[in-house]
């Protein structure tokens, strides 16, 4: 992405709008010429004048701009179809029809991507899988929320949602697929608002919180699916065992771990890392050996075993 916006300062707008009131560029000109200067899969900031942006009045609905107002766009040109000669039909121009058929098209065209992605390593899994996640975007650009909204409950409403997701959920995958934690649990999240009664939308979720390290999360996030899926009648699925069971596995580590580097410390004086049984002993100030292998100098106290237990064996020795 450039790190300085690109100025475009260019001529005001010669389309006559109020003669062609279909005109593509009729809201935003100086964002229309941006993308014509842009490549797929590109992404950039622009800074745009007044002129080419909300003018001498400003916008005081959403969103508020003042009035002369420059703007700084940050535009990704995720796919492009149609020319200069064919133009595509703008979105706010499409049927509901329209939009759910282009929609499903998208989202299917993801679903074979992402299925060759599988199949295949390294350069070639990353590319197919951000192909989809372009196709999955695309797909959701046809069922915004502004549009969600605006459907009655219904027979409408409930084809949208049950394009939308999918969409959601599959998106999350291929951001799960390319480490992109936090960018699936928001898919995750927005898939909740279509449907919040999803498992495999808590299950995904799980998975990119535990990749965060935030495993009690995760391990609420994968309960909760499972009781979703048993609620359902599904029964209880495998990979949400394994990974509940995983968690536990992991679980028991540290507290092993825990108990190697913290068991001995405040336990009786005789334990711990000091010399082993049988051994030699350390020497007492008088000279004469302890039979349990501690300093009589203070050193088999809490402190003592703490600093042994870290490698120092008293202020007149050095650091084993």
């Known amino acids: 992405m450039n790190s300085t916006p690109t100025s475009l300062r260019m001529e005001r707008p010669s389309v006559d709008?109020?003669?062609?009131?279909?005109?593509?560029?009729?809201?935003h000109a100086g964002i229309a010429r941006c993308l014509r200067?842009?490549?797929?899969?590109?992404?950039?900031?622009?800074?745009?004048?007044?002129?080419?942006?909300?003018g001498d009045e400003g916008n005081f609905?959403?969103?508020?701009?003042?009035?002369?107002?420059?703007?700084?766009?940050?535009l990704e040109l995720i796919a492009a179809r149609g020319s200069a000669a064919e133009p595509e039909t703008l979105r706010a121009d499409m049927l509901f029809e329209e939009r759910l058929a282009r929609a499903s098209e998208h989202r299917k065209r993801g679903n074979?991507?992402?299925?060759?992605?599988?199949?295949?390593?390294?350069?070639?899994?990353?590319?197919?899988?951000?192909?989809?996640?372009?196709?999955?975007?695309?797909?959701?650009?046809?069922l915004t929320d502004d549009m969600m909204m605006q459907l009655p409950p219904g027979p409408h409403a409930d084809a949208?949602?049950?394009?939308?997701?999918?969409?959601?959920?599959n998106l999350c995958a291929c951001f799960l697929r390319l480490g992109r934690h936090d960018d699936a649990i928001d898919q995750a999240n927005r898939a909740l608002i279509v449907d919040p009664k999803c498992a495999k939308a808590y299950f995904?979720?799980?998975?990119?919180?535990?990749?965060?390290g935030r495993d009690d999360?995760?391990?609420?996030?994968?309960?909760?699916?499972?009781e979703l899926r048993q609620s359902a009648g599904g029964g209880e699925d495998p990979a949400i065992r394994r990974a509940l069971r995983e968690l536990d596995c992991e679980d028991a580590k540290r507290a092993r771990a825990r108990k190697e580097v913290f068991g001995g410390l405040f336990g009786?004086?005789?334990?711990?890392?000091?010399?082993?049984?049988?051994?030699?002993?350390?020497?007492?100030?008088?000279?004469?050996?302890?039979?349990?292998?501690?300093?009589?100098?203070?050193?088999?106290?809490?402190?003592?075993?703490?600093?042994?237990?870290f490698g120092f064996r008293g202020s007149r020795g050095a650091k084993r």
């Open 160 to 169: 949208a949602a049950a394009e939308k997701l999918p969409a959601h959920l």
């Open 37 to 54: 200067a842009m490549r797929v899969g590109e992404r950039a900031l622009f800074h745009l004048p007044p002129e080419l942006a909300y």
């Open 112 to 142: 074979v991507a992402f299925g060759e992605g599988g199949d295949g390593d390294g350069d070639e899994k990353e590319a197919k899988t951000r192909e989809a996640r372009a196709e999955y975007e695309m797909a959701l650009s046809f």
């Open 268 to 309: 009786a004086p005789g334990a711990g890392a000091a010399g082993g049984e049988g051994g030699e002993g350390e020497k007492t100030r008088g000279g004469e050996a302890s039979p349990r292998g501690e300093r009589s100098d203070g050193g088999g106290g809490v402190f003592g075993r703490i600093a042994r237990a």
């Open 204 to 212: 995904r979720r799980g998975e990119a919180r535990r990749a965060l």
């Open 217 to 226: 999360d995760a391990r609420a996030d994968y309960a909760k699916a499972n």
């Open 17 to 27: 709008y109020a003669a062609n009131p279909r005109s593509r560029d009729r809201h």
């Open 61 to 74: 609905t959403f969103p508020a701009v003042p009035p002369r107002c420059h703007v700084i766009c940050d």
